[in-house]
């Protein structure tokens, strides 16, 4: 599973009718994590956006069902007040929030990022996908990178190796830490876009700058996971 998977190429999105309106084809597409792309083209399969009316309330949230085997860690409601939670310089230029379904031939193949980030258009887009409802994420068998297992476990995930499979194992609370990680590395790189137009020649300060914003926010991010969490608990109780 990648951190995150946008790219710095320009792409042209396919026209698709969305629930608001049907617009004309979304624009440049950039940014993110240095990784293998969706099968597929994951931008190929995607909404047409539209740079939304000076009156919408910002950002436009897109709720997709994801499935039986997956789950999102956060819901879309809880990924708007984080960002909300932020400075409003940081997220108010943001359009659109896409909760995306996953494909599992996506997932199997390990090319399925957790998030990303595409703009152009007058739309700056925060892309979220789901995780595996069992909290174990297989990453086959082929080691994953450094960066990946760090990650992982910096965040309380177990790194397992059964047979020739690698295996991370998430308590709920921990995947839930890590996605408002990750939705602030996906912030960063929006941040970002407005200091300088990316290109594949700088991707890993792309990255760096994506995720010093991320761990800059850590102490935001932890207000807002206890925030979130005492919600869950006074609903239980």
Partial sequence: ??????????????????P???????GDVYGGRERRRFSDNIFARAHSLQSPSP?????????ENPSRDFFFPLSGAEVV????????????????VWMRRLRKSDYLANTAPYATFSCGSGVH????????????????PRR????????????????RRTGKNWTAVWTLPALRKFYLHILYHEVGHHV?????????ANGRQLEEAAEQYAYAKT??????????????????S
Avoid at 144 to 159: E, H, T, V
Avoid at 193 to 198: E, K, L, V
Avoid at 219 to 236: E, G, Q, S, W
Wanted: hydrophobic letters at 35%.
């Fill in 219 to 236: 102490a935001t991010a932890h207000h807002v996971f206890n925030r979130l969490n005492k919600r869950i608990d006074d609903r239980t």
């Fill in 20 to 26: 608001w309106k049907k617009s004309r084809t979304f």
């Fill in 125 to 140: 887009l925060i892309t979220m996908y789901p995780f595996p409802r069992d909290l174990r994420f297989s990453f086959g």
């Fill in 81 to 96: 007040e984080a960002l909300k939670s932020l400075p409003r310089r940081d997220h108010q230029d943001i359009t659109h």
């Fill in 55 to 63: 009156d919408e309330d910002l950002p436009i949230l897109i709720e």
């Fill in 192 to 200: 970002d876009w407005f200091d300088r137009h990316w290109s594949a």
């Fill in 1 to 18: 599973m990648l951190i995150g998977g946008s790219s710095c190429n320009l792409n042209k999105m396919q026209h698709r009718k969305t």
């Fill in 144 to 159: 994953p990178s450094n960066a990946g297992l760090n990650d992982a476990r910096l965040f309380g995930a177990q790194i």
